[in-house]
């Protein structure tokens, strides 16, 4: 191939490198809980007790927020990854657009905070970025990743104080009538099964000894079952997923 075939195949491959990068997405993984940490920069401790805050959030401000680590931006820009993250994962509630997702590229150091339509009034790029210089970037620089995440957490949430939280759904509501009724049947069947104790005491006293240890013995049983069950999700919701929320690009950028 002669030299000037050779600069116009190079010359074409430039032109189409941007145009296959403007189309393409990133591959999005799997949303497995408030925090997906890919790159692996959290202890099971500050993975945890991040995972709680972020619950925190959402319970007291309606507002759905998850951190994801990526061990790399495999060619993309970190902005590519927070709009397909937020917008295939679907982080906020579906019409208030309340969503924020927080990615960390330890590899390429750099953080970005996505921030959902409907809170771009509330939480401007200017105040994202001013969380990522104050709060992030310095602690990132040496590599406590966990405290970085906590503090921009903490700012997070004063700038949400006063969002109200969502309201209780009808399904909610009647959940917590079941719960009422539910509640009055235990009491009647906590009285009844106390007169059926007694009355087999005072009938025959060892025989119900027996049985009685025999009983502790069975409930001591199911509790240590459900921790251990508790400790094997590593502080994970199974059930936990996006609520329909929208993206723009609103949100920062930052480096270190």
Known sequence: MGILPRALLLLGLILIAPLRSATAEPAVPPL?????????????????????????????????????????????????????????????????DDGIVIVVAPRDRAVRIEVGYGLEGRIPDATAHRIIRSHMLLAFREAHYGDGIKAALNALQRSLAGIEAPAPS???????????????????????????????????????????????????????????????????????????????????????
């Open 32 to 96: 497995t809980g408030r925090v997906v940490d890919l790159a692996a920069i959290l202890s099971e401790t500050e993975e945890r007790d991040i995972s709680q805050q972020l619950a925190v959030i959402e319970r007291n401000n309606g507002t759905q927020i998850v951190v994801v680590t990526l061990a790399t931006l495999a060619g993309y820009e970190i902005e590519e990854w927070g709009l397909a993250l937020g917008r295939n994962w679907k982080i906020g509630r579906a019409g208030k």
């Open 170 to 256: 009808a399904a909610t509501k009647q959940g917590g009538k079941l719960t009422v009724l539910l509640v009055v049947l235990g009491l009647f069947g906590f009285v009844g099964l106390f007169g059926w104790i007694f009355y087999l005491i005072t009938r025959n006293f060892d025989e119900s000894q027996v049985g009685t240890e025999e009983k502790r013995s069975e409930r001591s049983d199911p509790p240590e079952r459900f921790r251990s069950s508790s400790r094997s999700l590593g502080g994970r919701s199974a059930s936990f997923g996006g609520r329909g929320g929208s993206f723009g690009g609103g949100g920062a950028t930052g480096r270190w």
